[in-house]
């Protein structure tokens, strides 16, 4: 089965976290270690993404939200320091996209969502920004 960096990233920019953890799952037997030990820590820090549902108050939902950006911060240490060597360059391209969701960094958002074919990666952008760029953003504030 062929799949790539690029398309578990765009799993994890749209919110399809199922999909996302199970290409996770499939490349535990990938040979480079240093891949293998990472493609470990994802899974975790995407199941631990806060939901605002899940909170009564909006402050409790900020406050998890703030907690998982430190875990996000964390993993981003641990990608960093992998070693050039053993198969990281052909994943290189697509754990950064990865981190770069996660983190809510807007370029790399922009760019994946202008990426989508059929000139429709507005719609996409505006779908995500709420989740990986600025989640205090509401409904009133699209209009």
């Given at each position: ?50 939901r605002s549902t899940s909170f009564s108050t909006e402050n409790e939902f900020f406050v998890a939200h703030r ?77």
């Amino acid at each position: 089965m062929f799949f790539s960096a690029q398309a578990i990233g765009r799993c994890i920019l749209r919110g399809l976290s199922a999909g996302a953890l199970h290409f996770f799952a499939l490349l535990a037997s990938h040979p480079s270690p240093e891949l293998r030990s990472i493609i470990a820590l994802i899974p975790r820090v995407l199941n631990a993404q806060p939901r605002s549902t899940s909170f009564s108050t909006e402050n409790e939902f900020f406050v998890a939200h703030r907690r998982w950006l430190q875990e996000v911060r964390q993993l981003r240490v641990e990608v960093d320091m992998l070693d050039d060597g053993d198969g990281r360059g052909e994943w290189r391209e697509g754990l950064e996209d990865m981190m770069g969701v996660l983190e809510g960094k807007q370029d790399v958002i922009v760019r994946m969502c202008s990426d989508e074919e059929g000139g429709h990666g507005w719609r996409e952008a505006v779908g995500v920004w709420g989740i990986w760029v600025n989640v205090e953003l509401r409904r009133d504030d699209l209009t």
